[in-house]
């Protein structure tokens, strides 16, 4: 009838790690930070650096219009808007990526390719949010939001 | 008052003589009361008035007693008596003349029960309620040991029970299980704090009785209270809040002419956005500046109707409580959706009373009856229920993943309901009592219900299911002395889960050998899943003179919900995207808890430990995935499930420093460790910090014209929680005061019930681990004064 709980206080001791990663925008030829303007049919190469006190886990790139201006920036800097307007044919792009195992820093160097077209025709330029999402192997994760332009040149 | 009359004067020993005690009780009219009640303890014999007002009780050993007569509506009769022989003691009771809707049973119901039950309870009744009163109903029981509550904005909460909530917790009212959303963290119970007359609150496992979920314990609410034969009357309820501007009217009027009697009240509340002691949230990296203190958007509104009626004889009664619980509250406007949001500050900055998007409506219909049917030795209850929990969220429509960047029309449905949710319980319940003899009784039950969920909105996180749930228990309790009682029960459950496949209503692209299609992707597949489950328990409760002692070991499950099997969608609160496991078993736990307490007429000091082991407790891990198909990249949160270690304790005590002065103080601590998995080592979410109340209360029968009066100060400390899971922030400790007074007075002969609270009185900022914005570093309302009038009336209707 006895209950055996397998109760170790020793264990309590243990690390856990309870940091989150960090998503570094200060480092030279960061790209794209705020207020920067990326260009429909053109390629761009992601330069961020993320940061874990254990071990990286994968990030996440999501890119969808502003046009309602309903995001904002995680950044201090404030970026001139254009007017508020409808969506007629957006670009919206949402990736996943991994991170090498094992790694405490990484440093993107990812080339996304932005397309000018769809079936539905040319994409709306404008206002856009560009948001990046980090995670590290527990599970921590940390994100930033960017306001950026994308236009046709 | 915990001890009143407590005098525990034992006969000298066996062998004694045993004698008859018998009466006959009267009113001042001389007129016989029937149905009247006396008790004799320490003998623990009770009887009922007969139709001319007599009763009998046998076989009493020379000694000296404590009497105790009472009936509805009239004054009680407490008196000691000294059985030498066959005795007989008359009585006349004398009508109460202000409250009339006295309880059914005698005042030390709460003393009985504590010493019955080998779970740790707490039973608090309206008054409790009143002075204590929070946001919402939950808030107010917040104070107690091992409550705690995770609260969504100023009216919205859900119980947590030593750290335990959601689903594994349950709420009875009325004997039925109350159904709603409870998977869900961003809305509260659907239960009219007004509307309650008596709460118990059992804290631990009590899956025995009460079926799944009841892993942590259960919060069961009866309407207790019943008006004496021949009056009428009712209360009007005034309450108003500083902090949101609350505004709050309760209204109640029943009466009862012999074996009818009818009950009807009307509720309603309003509220504006509450108000924190801080210019701007962050919310993980975005910060949101705020207007005036003002929590954007965080207003609301509660309209409640309920109808009770029923027959009351000795040998059946039979009740029925129909509602309707209305509720709509705003959601804080810059937090809700994909990710932390932009808001059109005119529109939302322009009333902080109205409710603009994103907000949530509920509205949930009950209709209840209960009947008890009394054979002597052997009674018979049965419970049968409908309910309807009608919940909505609402918000502008904002395309995220691949759907349209517009809502296409042709789909003819409203594109800003976000979510819905539609759900029908029925439920009937058959227990059957039987008192062998005096030491031995026999409980038995029978437990079911049925549930039909349909799903509505543009978003999906759960599939529409049914759900039928079967249980049957057995409980046998035996005094195997004057002080102990052994109780042992067993259970068992089954369950049936049907959950419908879900696609959605836009499309997606999907890659394969490079060639990109756009498919309308399956969110949920047909889940047909089946559970069965063996629960038990035994029990063990001494009662001494001064000293109680009670120990409880028992094993509790949980059926997996649908949202644990089959969720695939965003969480527009967490900014996640979370994923169900179809593969999931019954979540069981085992506990073992104990209760000692030491009770004199000045002092009492008491404590309830627990252990707790989970063999398979069901988690929302966090992985460090991310999902490419819906939503915005969101990390993905992913169902499993680990072996969990929890324990933890409640102390309280007292001391009455002078007669009407008390001072005391309450502590509760729970640990909880994940033992297994990926977050082997881990605590689980919204874990509550160790905390502790000095309080002070001075309580008077009479200061002046005030009578009842009193006031009382607690100085709540709460440790820091440094035990965190992802996404979790470590909270720093606090200190808060809150004090409170109040009382009656009279207006020529109108009575008026008076409460005061001053709610953190120093407007200190601080953070609440448990609520539900912590996450997005929203700290708690700021100083607020709250204010209830309650002026009951009554009257008595002519006999012909």
């Not at chain 1, 330069?47 to 046009?67: A, C, E, P, R």
């Not at chain 1, 990526?97 to 040319?122: A, C, F, H, K, R």
């Not at chain 2, 073992?592 to 407790?617: Q, W």
């Not at chain 2, 720093?732 to 009185?761: A, C, E, H, R, T």
């Amino acid at each position: 009838m006895s209950l055996i709980f397998a109760f170790n206080s020793c264990e309590k001791d243990k690390d856990i790690d309870n940091q989150k990663p960090v998503i570094d925008l200060s480092i030279q030829n960061a790209f794209p930070v705020s207020c920067d303007t990326l260009y429909f049919g053109e390629t761009f190469i992601l330069k961020v650096k993320f940061t874990d006190n254990v071990q990286l886990g994968s990030y996440s790139i999501d890119i969808h219009n502003n046009f309602d201006h309903h995001s904002h920036s995680t950044e201090v800097t404030e970026c001139n808007l254009d007017p508020i307007k409808e969506p007629v044919n957006p670009f919206t792009l949402i990736q996943d990526y991994d991170i090498p195992v094992g790694l405490q820093e990484y440093e993107t160097n990812l080339s996304i390719t932005i397309p000018s077209s769809n079936s539905n025709g040319s994409f709306d330029e404008g206002d856009y949010h560009f948001f990046i999402s980090l995670t590290d192997r527990e599970g921590w994760s940390a994100q930033k939001g960017l306001s950026i332009k994308i236009l046709h040149r | 008052m915990l001890i009143v009359g407590m005098f525990y004067l034992y006969a000298l020993s066996y062998g004694q003589n045993k004698y008859t005690l018998n009466g006959r009780v009267v009113d001042e009219n001389k007129q016989a009361l029937t149905g009247a009640t006396i008790y004799v303890s320490p003998a623990a014999k009770g009887a009922f008035t007969d139709a001319n007002g007599n009763y009998i009780i046998k076989d009493i050993v020379a000694g000296i007693y404590k009497i105790e007569i009472s009936f509805i509506g009239y004054n009680s009769i407490v008196d000691t008596i000294d059985i030498t022989g066959n005795k007989i003691y008359n009585a006349h009771l004398s009508e109460s003349a202000i409250n009339l809707q006295e309880v059914v049973v005698t005042d030390n119901y709460v003393e009985t029960r504590k010493k019955e039950e080998s779970l740790n309870i707490e039973i608090v009744n309206d008054d409790y309620l009143k002075q204590n009163m929070g946001g919402s109903f939950m808030n107010s029981l917040e104070r107690l040991p091992g409550v705690t509550t995770i609260d969504i904005g100023s009216g919205q909460s859900k119980p947590v029970i030593r750290g335990l909530g959601f689903n594994r917790v349950v709420v009875v009212e009325n004997d039925i299980k109350h159904e709603a959303q409870q998977w869900g963290a961003d809305h509260g119970l659907e239960i009219d704090q007004y509307a309650i007359d008596n709460v118990e609150i059992i804290k631990g496992p009590a899956s025995l009785m009460y079926g799944s979920d009841a892993m942590g314990g259960v919060i069961d609410m009866k309407n207790r209270k019943l008006p004496a034969d021949s009056t009428y009357g009712g209360s009007v309820d005034l309450s108003g809040k500083t902090n949101n501007d609350f505004v709050g009217t309760s209204v109640s009027l029943y009466g009862r002419k012999r074996w009818f009697f009818a009950d009807f009240r009307a509720t309603f509340l309003d509220y504006e956005d509450y108000k924190v002691p801080t210019d701007s949230v962050d919310i993980y990296s975005y910060r949101a500046p705020l207007y005036q203190n003002h929590l954007r958007n965080t207003a609301g509104k509660e309209q409640n109707l309920h109808l009770t009626m029923g027959i009351i004889k000795t040998k059946f009664q039979s009740k029925f409580y129909i509602s309707n619980v209305y509720s709509k509250n705003g959601f804080f406007a810059n937090a809700h959706g994909l990710e932390p949001r932009n808001v059109d500050t005119e529109l939302h900055d322009k009333s902080s009373r109205d409710i603009n998007y994103p907000y949530q409506q509920v509205n949930h219909f009950k209709a209840i009856n209960t009947s008890q049917y009394n054979f002597g030795k052997a009674k018979i209850e049965t419970d049968f229920g409908f309910q309807r929990n009608f919940r909505q969220e609402w918000s502008q429509y904002v395309s995220h993943g691949y759907m349209p960047a517009t809502y296409p029309t042709s789909l003819n449905a409203n594109p800003d309901l976000e979510l819905q949710f539609d759900k029908y319980v029925y439920s009937g319940n058959l227990k059957f009592s039987y008192k062998i003899n005096d030491k031995a009784q026999f409980n038995s039950g029978i437990n079911s219900d049925y549930q039909d969920n349909r799903i509505g909105g543009r978003g999906f996180i759960i599939p529409a299911f049914k759900q039928l749930n079967l249980g049957g228990y057995i409980l046998g309790k035996y005094a195997s002395s004057v002080k102990s009682i052994i109780q042992i029960g067993v259970r068992y459950d089954f369950g049936d889960i049907r959950a419908q496949a879900y696609s959605d209503w836009f499309s997606s692209p999907v890659v394969s050998n490079n060639d990109t299609t756009y498919q309308y992707l399956q969110r949920a597949g047909n889940i047909n899943g089946n559970f069965s489950n063996i629960s038990w328990s035994l029990g063990y409760n001494y009662n001494a003179e001064k000293w109680s002692f009670k120990a409880n070991m028992g094993k509790s499950f949980r059926m997996p919900t649908a949202k644990e099997l089959a969720a695939n969608g965003v969480n527009y609160h967490n900014f996640s995207y979370e994923v169900g496991d179809a593969g999931l078993s019954p979540e069981v736990s085992y506990q073992l808890d104990a209760g000692l307490e030491y009770n004199s007429s000045d002092f009492a000091i008491g404590a309830t430990p627990f252990l707790n082991y989970f063999t398979n407790y069901i988690y929302l891990n966090p992985s460090s995935e991310h999902n490419r198909l819906y939503g915005n990249g969101n990390q993905v949160f992913y169902y499993t499930q680990c072996e969990v270690l929890r324990y933890g304790a409640e102390i309280h005590a007292h001391y009455q420093l002078l007669k009407p002065l008390q001072v005391g103080i309450i502590g509760e601590y729970v640990y909880s460790e994940q033992q297994s998995g990926e977050k082997k080592g881990f605590t689980l979410p919204f874990s509550p910090p160790a905390s502790a109340i000095l309080n002070v209360k001075y309580q008077k029968q009479k200061i002046k014209f005030i009578e009842n009066a009193y006031w009382s100060v607690d100085y709540k400390l709460t440790a820091p929680q440094n035990n965190i899971v992802p996404p979790e922030e470590k909270t720093d400790g606090y200190q808060v005061i809150n004090v409170g007074l109040g009382g009656d007075v009279k207006l020529k002969n109108q009575k008026i019930s008076v409460s005061l609270q001053v709610q953190n009185l120093l407007n200190t900022k601080y953070f609440n681990h448990t609520s539900y914005y912590r996450l997005i570093n929203v700290p708690e309302p700021g100083r607020n004064l709250i204010m209830n009038i309650s002026i009951p009336f009554s009257g008595k209707i002519k006999r012909k």
